[in-house]
């Protein structure tokens, strides 16, 4: 009854390197999102998928790269990290257009 | 602009005792209206989710209000326990927006003391 997880759970990398960030879900849902979450903002989405291959942009989506081959992955990379991308990830699945999303546990992400 | 309010910023109330969250948006045209607890280190999990026709939905303590009308919803917490305390969080979807089309509040961030 996994559900759906993220790993790392807290990551600390420097300026300037890639990191990727995972995210599994075990319900077959069609929809996974990747959102960010700062001090003083809402939840800002970064990108979204409807189905493997189909990616779409978000509010936030500068600096940041995903991709779906399989329906249960959704990985989301920072090509080249900003002290800016420092924040907490979030990752989240649902089946259709006015379903509840189900959020996973979260990455915490530190820029140095 | 869209947009989703919350009030108040936080919130500290005695374990027992009742509460109200509020949130008024801007999201036009409205789909529906979801509120999250959001627990310190967590993700947030869904309590309700309300359409344009429905004015009241609860789940167990939580009841949540919406008047589309005045573009106002409320939520309400009975006889509160030490485990409300988190983040609580509106969001409302635009009619017609992509499933990524959400706009979220801030939060409210109640704290419950025995």
């Known amino acids: 009854d996994a559900g759906i997880t993220q790993s790392p759970r807290y990551k600390i990398t420097e300026t300037g390197r890639q990191v990727t960030l995972m995210c599994h879900q075990t319900w077959s849902h069609s929809y996974m999102f990747w959102y960010r979450q700062d001090l003083g903002h809402g939840l800002r989405l970064i990108y979204y998928s409807a189905a493997a291959d189909i990616t779409d942009k978000g509010e936030v989506p500068d600096g940041y790269v995903v991709s779906r081959s399989k329906t249960e992955n959704f990985p989301l990379t920072l090509e080249s990290a900003t002290r800016s991308q420092t924040s907490v990830y979030f990752c989240a699945s649902g089946t259709g257009v006015q379903e509840t999303q189900y959020f996973g546990p979260g990455t915490r992400l530190l820029v140095l | 602009k869209n947009q989703v309010e919350q009030s108040p910023q936080s919130l500290i109330i005695l374990e027992g005792k009742n509460c109200t969250l509020q949130?008024?948006?801007?999201?036009?045209?409205?789909?529906?209206l979801r509120w999250y607890k959001q627990d310190t280190g967590r993700g947030p999990v869904s309590l309700t989710i309300m359409t344009f026709s429905e004015n009241t939905k609860s789940n167990g303590r939580y009841t949540a209000t919406l008047d589309a009308d005045t573009k106002q919803s409320s939520l309400h917490i009975t006889a509160s326990q030490l485990s409300d305390s988190a983040s609580y969080i509106c969001?409302?979807?635009?009619?017609?927006?992509?499933?990524?089309?959400?706009?979220f509040g801030k939060g409210t961030k109640l704290s419950v003391k025995p």
């Open positions: 969001v409302v979807k635009r009619y017609g927006g992509s499933q990524g089309n959400l706009i």
């Open positions: 949130c008024n948006y801007t999201v036009s045209p409205f789909s529906n």
